[in-house]
């Protein structure tokens, strides 16, 4: 039998979906991966696995999805086009298909000016949107940009991003019109913590018919410490942390501001799995995996369905 995606088989049974990431390390050691992934089998449906996030430089998404895989999770790819043209991300997208990924997400990727090589040329031959289409082009035409056709196609359920805290919060819509027109299967958004704004986009994506044309996965962020939260509002873009969040992370003293975090991100999950449109949550702890485990815990989103 075919391996097929398995948030594509949670997804389509209408079970709420659990997604996490895992960042890949500054090294060339696969214990790390290996190590990540054990903490989260069984755990959840799927793992993102992100592409030199924040411009840093670490082992390749593709690589780490294939270690992940043997551990027997199913990976998310998340494929930036800051680093890649045309060429180098079609025949990534071949490559990732022959290993058996079953899954990619279509990113633009962190501006390299904020990574570890800020001397870096950025290349973006494609936009975020238009790695969706070239993406479900080759998929279902088995074409590559151009027209030419392929031996074989490959077999991706294909994601996208959306941040809804970004303003206007009309064009945030349209993006995400324009998303799902290219090919997303489902999107994943920007960690929520101001859920007033994020249920008025969700109505608004919902009144135009979107939140059946695609599964929205509601990103949360377990957060650390008030020093966490003053550098995520103040220097991380599109990110809108409320002001009574904030309080309550400062509220309480040093040593249980982790677990507020945590309260919090339980909190939202409980919001998200009553809330129209939303098919799913997307965890992201990085270098914080092991919080995952015990926020699905106590969210009510174990054990998962054996699919």
Same mark, same amino acid.
């Given at each position: 039998?075919?391996?097929? +995606?398995?948030?594509?088989?949670?997804?389509?049974? /209408?079970? !709420?979906?659990?997604?996490?990431?895992? /960042?890949?390390?500054?090294?060339?050691?696969?214990?790390?991966?290996?190590?990540?992934?054990?903490?989260?089998?069984?755990?959840?449906?799927?793992?993102?696995?992100?592409?030199?996030?924040?411009?840093?430089?670490?082992?390749?998404?593709?690589?780490?999805?294939?270690?992940?895989?043997?551990?027997?999770?199913?990976? =998310?790819?998340?494929?930036?086009?800051?680093?890649?043209?045309?060429?180098?991300?079609?025949?990534?997208?071949?490559?990732? +298909?022959?290993?058996?990924?079953?899954?990619?997400?279509?990113? +633009?990727?962190?501006?390299?000016?904020?990574?570890?090589? %800020?001397?870096?040329?950025? =290349? !973006?031959?494609?936009?975020?949107? *238009?790695?969706?289409?070239?993406?479900?082009?080759?998929?279902?035409?088995?074409?590559?940009?151009?027209?030419? %056709?392929?031996?074989?196609?490959?077999?991706? @359920?294909?994601?996208?991003?959306?941040?809804? @805290?970004?303003?206007?919060?009309? !064009?945030?819509?349209?993006?995400?019109?324009?998303?799902?027109?290219?090919?997303?299967? !489902?999107?994943?958004?920007?960690?929520?913590?101001?859920?007033?704004?994020?249920?008025?986009?969700?109505?608004?994506?919902?009144?135009? /018919?979107?939140?059946?044309?695609?599964?929205?996965?509601?990103? =949360?962020? %377990?957060?650390? +410490?008030?020093?966490?939260?003053?550098?995520?509002?103040?220097?991380?873009?599109?990110?809108?942390?409320?002001?009574?969040?904030?309080?309550?992370?400062?509220?309480?003293?040093?040593?249980?501001?982790?677990?507020?975090?945590?309260?919090?991100?339980?909190?939202?999950?409980?919001?998200?799995?009553?809330?129209?449109?939303?098919?799913?949550?997307?965890?992201?702890?990085?270098?914080?995996?092991?919080?995952?485990?015990?926020?699905? *815990?106590?969210? /009510?989103?174990?054990?998962? %369905?054996?699919?």
């Amino acid at each position: 039998m075919k391996k097929v +995606s398995q948030l594509k088989r949670v997804l389509e049974a /209408g079970v !709420f979906a659990v997604t996490a990431e895992c /960042g890949p390390p500054k090294g060339a050691d696969p214990e790390v991966v290996i190590a990540k992934a054990e903490m989260l089998r069984g755990k959840i449906d799927s793992v993102n696995v992100t592409d030199n996030q924040t411009a840093i430089v670490r082992m390749s998404s593709l690589a780490a999805c294939t270690l992940i895989k043997k551990v027997g999770l199913d990976p =998310v790819l998340q494929m930036v086009v800051r680093d890649r043209n045309r060429i180098a991300i079609q025949s990534d997208i071949l490559g990732a +298909s022959a290993l058996g990924i079953r899954n990619i997400l279509c990113l +633009s990727g962190d501006h390299q000016i904020f990574g570890n090589q %800020p001397q870096a040329v950025g =290349v !973006f031959d494609l936009d975020s949107i *238009q790695l969706v289409e070239v993406v479900k082009t080759m998929r279902d035409k088995g074409k590559i940009l151009g027209g030419e %056709p392929l031996d074989s196609a490959p077999d991706l @359920f294909i994601g996208a991003a959306a941040n809804p @805290f970004a303003d206007p919060l009309e !064009f945030r819509v349209v993006r995400l019109a324009k998303k799902i027109r290219a090919g997303a299967d !489902f999107i994943q958004t920007q960690c929520i913590y101001n859920l007033k704004r994020f249920e008025a986009w969700v109505t608004m994506a919902e009144d135009r /018919g979107l939140t059946e044309k695609v599964c929205i996965l509601g990103g =949360v962020t %377990p957060l650390k +410490s008030a020093g966490m939260v003053r550098y995520m509002k103040s220097k991380v873009a599109g990110m809108d942390i409320p002001d009574e969040i904030i309080k309550r992370i400062e509220g309480v003293s040093k040593g249980k501001q982790r677990e507020e975090g945590i309260r919090i991100c339980v909190e939202t999950i409980s919001r998200l799995k009553e809330m129209p449109g939303i098919k799913g949550v997307h965890i992201m702890a990085i270098e914080w995996e092991e919080s995952v485990v015990e926020i699905a *815990q106590r969210a /009510g989103l174990l054990p998962r %369905p054996d699919l």
